[in-house]
């Protein structure tokens, strides 16, 4: 049995960083034999927590002073396997050490929907309006994850539900355009980020002209907003445990 588990994510540099660790700590009552440790990518999340940080992947993983065929889980709390976790990938094959990946929130067919059940509380708060869900957005291939999901809430809730991304792909032009259209005038928007940190603060409610506050505003479209990430949802735990015990039966062969 691994006796390590590395959890890897963007990070924030916000106060909102301790939400990881919220996820971690209810994740972590699955595998009270192990060991849980966090690794953060973002050069910002990782000077606000410079006392604690351990540095690169590697000399977290030379800290723990394990046999070469010792295995390592190294689970991913990205949400898509986008550019973050495959450099995540990228950092582990440099590694001199057994190890497997658990994979990111949304990987397989079971997983969107296990997302969607634990939305339900989120969205029908929003009974009456279109709703939006934002989330960083990526050129990688994996943004395809979005109206994939996009697809499954619709089907699931039968109403508006939109899923796009902050930057880059699936962009939003086309949907703003629609919604200005058809003279909507308020819409719900939920954070489709695991924390609610510095894209929150930045590019959904804040006030620079490019925020979706003002993108909305501008067309005379009320945004009422969701202000939990997708940490806080119950339930969610269930789909990174799913996932490691999936990385162990690898290392393992068995679970």
Not at 25 to 46: E, G, K, L, M, W
Not at 76 to 104: C, K, M, N, W
Not at 236 to 249: G, N, P, R, T
Request: overall charge negative; glycine content about 6%; aromatic content about 8%.
């Amino acid at each position: 049995m691994p006796r390590h588990i590395i959890f890897s994510a963007v990070g924030t540099s916000s106060s909102t960083q301790t939400n990881y660790r919220e996820l971690g700590n209810r994740i972590a009552t699955a595998f009270p034999d192990c060991t849980f440790h966090y690794h953060f990518t973002s050069p910002a999340a990782r000077k606000k927590l410079a006392a604690e940080d351990p540095g690169e992947l590697h000399t977290l993983v030379d800290t723990l002073e394990l046999k070469a065929n010792q295995p390592l889980i190294l689970q991913s709390l990205h949400i898509i396997a986008g550019s973050e976790f495959h450099q995540l990938v990228r950092q582990a094959t440099a590694l001199d050490q057994s190890y497997q990946i658990g994979l990111p929130l949304l990987s397989e067919p079971a997983d969107f929907e296990a997302l969607s059940q634990c939305l339900e509380p989120v969205i029908t708060t929003y009974p009456d309006l279109p709703l939006i869900l934002l989330g960083h957005g990526t050129e990688h291939p994996s943004w395809s994850a979005y109206p994939t999901l996009e697809n499954v809430l619709q089907n699931r809730y039968g109403k508006e539900i939109y899923v796009r991304g902050l930057e880059k792909n699936p962009r939003p032009e086309t949907l703003l355009t629609q919604l200005k259209n058809r003279n909507i005038t308020r819409v719900a928007v939920i954070p489709f980020l695991l924390v609610t940190g510095v894209h929150y603060q930045r590019d959904i409610t804040g006030d620079h002209p490019t925020s979706w506050k003002n993108r909305l505003g501008n067309l005379g479209i009320e945004m009422i907003v969701h202000q939990d990430g997708l940490a806080h949802l119950n339930g969610i735990e269930d789909v990174y445990i799913s996932h490691i015990k999936a990385a162990i039966k690898s290392a393992l062969g068995r679970w």
